[in-house]
């Protein structure tokens, strides 16, 4: 019997032997109690042992990066793996979410009956591509750099010089953390973080176990590029309100004894209720700007992170209590955009989400940009998650306008495409798209005619009742600025 034990030991010492990069087989995911398991295909990325113990990094084919993770042996169906083929590479998922917000744009009217008459619409001019690049590094005079976006500055009580200066002496706390030195200057692609193209080996391996954020500890998405010295530890500690990171606790009680700060470093430009949102400029709090897009590349996969925030605003959105402004979430947005992108980057954190806010993040970009009297749209790609959000608050609003239309002497109602993109300040593409997406458009009688359903109607009515956090207009307090007329920012 003990031979027999022995033989296999090693027989399966062997098997795990032959289980390199690349390789697939059925792995046991982690489940929740009283679910069923699952034992989906997952690839290899890497395998690792310490104090002798063996693990596997896997990611399970079809699902999100985010739900890879170290698996122990035991959780490998070994008797099922496939070897990688020779040269075949690493397929990539492609992102969708372009391709499903580009619209079609039909050439006729559309009438709404209840009655919207759409106009002859043009292809775009902006070409919204996957890919999330622009003109721009032909047409700015600034095209050889690259930027990177993040947010926050805030000038209430502190010049944004003193500011800096108290960033500069937290990071005296020792042990100290080193700050990512910026990466050579290279020609930018949009967005204070660019989409990612390429990925390596590293970058698909998430390097962080947990983070401790205010009264949160929250298990990261994806990679991000902390300083090494921080990825081998179990809770790297991040300062909720200036966002420095350190190695222990005890670190962070030190920094909290100099850290003055209890809200971002930005102007607070709209606050009701509870809520607050902080205008930051890239330029003004670069430090501030790279820990907060250092800590966004944890929940964000679909971004490549650069360090130059000069062309960059931030807007913070916040949630207050007796003890300061908690960061819930934040956009970014270039100050000159060719295509008139109205958001770069947007993120709401983990503990936050499902709770309303991502709408309530989307619903202030568009209203900066009904204050700027122009119409805009999220740069693409939009994440998984993003896509989803965009699309819900593009459909509750587009049908908030058609459902509460009145008839104009005894007629159906009419509206044309362009007053609805003036009322939302949704570019066209997206308000087509939508109503594409919704089903809305039909084609009768030799022209497009978009019909609400009592059963549509019911749901938006649902929908709005479980929204109860909205942007206020008149607690909104913001003039937009001409960037282009102020040379270097």
């Not at 098997?15 to 109690?33: A, F, H, N, Q, Y």
């Not at 008459?117 to 622009?134: F, I, N």
């Not at 962080?208 to 081998?232: A, C, N, Q």
Request: charged share 30%; proline share 7%; with cysteine.
């Amino acid at each position: 019997m003990a031979d027999d034990k022995e033989n296999k030991k090693i027989g399966l010492k062997t098997t795990l032997d032959m289980v390199v990069e690349g390789c697939r087989l059925p792995v046991k995911m982690s489940i929740l109690p009283n679910e069923e398991e699952e034992w989906p295909l997952a690839e290899i990325l890497s395998r690792k042992e310490e104090k002798g113990k063996l693990e596997f990094y896997v990611h399970y084919i079809d699902f999100n990066k985010r739900l890879d993770e170290w698996v122990l042996p035991d959780r490998l169906r070994v008797e099922e793996l496939q070897f990688p083929k020779k040269d075949q590479k690493t397929p990539q998922k492609q992102n969708s979410s372009a391709a499903n917000s580009r619209p079609t744009t039909p050439d006729r009217e559309l009438q709404l009956s209840k009655k919207l008459s759409l106009p002859e619409q043009s292809s775009p001019a902006a070409k919204l591509g996957g890919q999330g690049q622009t003109p721009q590094s032909q047409t700015k005079s600034n095209a050889g750099r690259k930027r990177k976006a993040i947010f926050l500055d805030e000038k209430q009580d502190l010049p944004p010089a003193y500011c800096n200066s108290l960033l500069s002496q937290d990071s005296q706390d020792a042990p100290a953390t080193p700050q990512p030195s910026a990466p050579p200057q290279q020609p930018r692609q949009t967005g204070s973080m660019s989409s990612s193209h390429d990925e390596n080996i590293i970058t698909r391996i998430k390097n962080m176990e947990t983070i401790e954020l205010g009264k949160y500890r929250i298990k990261p998405w994806y990679f991000s590029p902390y300083p090494p010295e921080l990825t081998t530890i179990s809770i790297v500690y991040i300062c909720e309100f200036c966002l420095k990171y350190v190695k222990s606790r005890k670190c962070l009680e030190r920094h909290r004894t100099k850290c003055t700060l209890r809200h971002p470093p930005g102007n607070e430009i709209y606050r009701k209720s509870t809520i607050s949102f902080f205008e930051i400029d890239g330029r003004k709090n670069k430090m501030y700007s790279q820990n907060l897009c250092l800590l966004a590349k944890l929940f964000l996969d679909h971004k490549t992170l650069y360090y130059d925030t000069d062309p960059f605003l931030f807007y913070v959105m916040t949630e207050y209590d007796i003890k300061g402004f908690h960061i819930v979430g934040f956009f970014s947005k270039e100050k000159e955009s060719t295509e008139d992108y109205n958001v770069a980057c947007i993120l709401t954190l983990p503990p936050y989400q499902r709770k309303g806010y991502g709408k309530l993040l989307i619903e202030f970009s568009y209203e900066l940009s009904k204050f700027e009297g122009k119409t805009g749209s999220p740069e693409k790609p939009l994440s998984d998650l993003g896509l989803l959000s965009y699309r819900s608050y593009w459909s509750q609003t587009i049908l908030e306008i058609l459902v509460n239309l009145k008839p104009e002497n005894g007629e159906r109602p009419q509206i044309t495409i362009n007053e609805i993109c003036e009322l939302t300040s949704i570019r066209k593409e997206d308000v087509i798209s939508t109503l594409q997406h919704l089903n809305l458009i039909n084609y009768y009688k030799g022209q497009y005619i978009i019909t609400l359903s009592q059963e549509s109607i019911d749901t938006h009515n649902r929908a709005m009742a479980k929204r109860k956090i909205r942007i206020d207009a008149k607690c909104l307090h913001w003039t937009p600025k001409d960037w282009a007329k102020r040379g270097k920012w």
